[in-house]
């Protein structure tokens, strides 16, 4: 975690994201797909123009004697480094996610890399907020939280993704679907298809949000793995009859260009 003192969003093994299970029946698993090497990529991040991260704590968190908090922010970044979208995944109060939401709003960043080629992907950064100076005191209530939080293992988040076995009925419902068309002249010479492995949420209507790519593939396939999975739509997901959000992946076989037009 890194707190509102600190100068950049750092991971942890708190917000690390773990891929679900793959979702394809008799279709490929995990093992059949290459991932690139930390030395082929180059994550996105916040423009380093303007890498300082401090979120300004809720004033409503103080009144309500909340002296900590802590919220997670997904931001869909082109391969020009424009934001296309923002998502608030995870929070411990709604005025925590709020607050991180609408700084994101505010920054600007560079595009993830893959071999020197800016890609489209999700970039997911969270945030720890620390009272402001002179908010020493907490409430009783907070206190008597922070110590079930310390018993329990860490921050419950009252807000946070769903995997789809959670969901009523057990997975998502698509109403829409898109395969990536590969062009002839990309098409291997060896004739084994090509695949993507690619993660997403999907949000309380049914959208999706924040695509990427996960496996190894080259950027005009990465491109074009997105802009497929960002035309799908699924009912809303619904966990205990309350609509929820998702965190899911698939598999994406690519069509042949001449495939595609029959």
């Keep these: 975690m890194h ?19 793959l979702k394809v029946a008799g279709g490929p698993s995990l093992k059949d797909f290459s991932f690139p090497s930390k030395d082929e990529l180059t994550a996105a991040d916040f423009s380093a123009s303007d890498p300082f991260l ?6 409503q968190a103080a009144h309500d004697g909340v002296a900590t908090g802590r919220a997670t922010v997904g931001v869909f970044v082109d391969a020009t480094g424009q934001p296309k979208d ?26 993830k890399k893959q071999q ?47 995997n ?14 898109a395969v990536p068309v590969l062009p ?12 993507a492995l690619v993660s997403f949420y999907v949000d309380e209507k049914g959208q999706v949000r924040l695509p990427n790519v996960e496996s190894s593939l080259p950027p005009p396939f990465v491109t074009a793995a997105v802009a497929a999975v960002q035309q799908w739509a699924f009912k809303p997901p619904v966990a205990k009859g309350q609509p929820v959000l998702v965190y899911t992946m698939r598999a994406l076989t690519f069509r042949e260009e001449a495939m595609a037009k029959k």
């Design 86 to 111: 923002f998502l608030l995944i995870r929070c411990t109060k709604d005025y925590f996610g709020a607050a991180l939401l609408k700084e994101a709003k505010l920054r600007d960043f560079t595009p």
């Design 164 to 177: 789809e076995t959670e969901l009523d009925g057990g997975q998502l419902v698509p109403t829409r679907v």
């Design 116 to 162: 020197g080629t800016a890609i489209p992907s999700a970039f997911i950064f969270s945030y720890a907020f620390e009272p402001p100076p002179g908010m020493n005191a907490i409430s009783n209530f907070e206190a008597a939280s922070r110590r079930t939080e310390d018993i329990q293992g860490g921050a419950k988040y009252a807000y946070h993704p769903r």
């Design 184 to 195: 002839r002249a990309l098409v291997p010479k060896d004739g084994k298809p090509v695949r």
């Design 54 to 59: 401090k979120v300004q704590f809720p004033g």
């Design 3 to 21: 707190g509102a003192d600190t100068n950049k969003p750092a991971a942890s093994e708190d917000d690390t994201v773990q891929l679900p299970d």
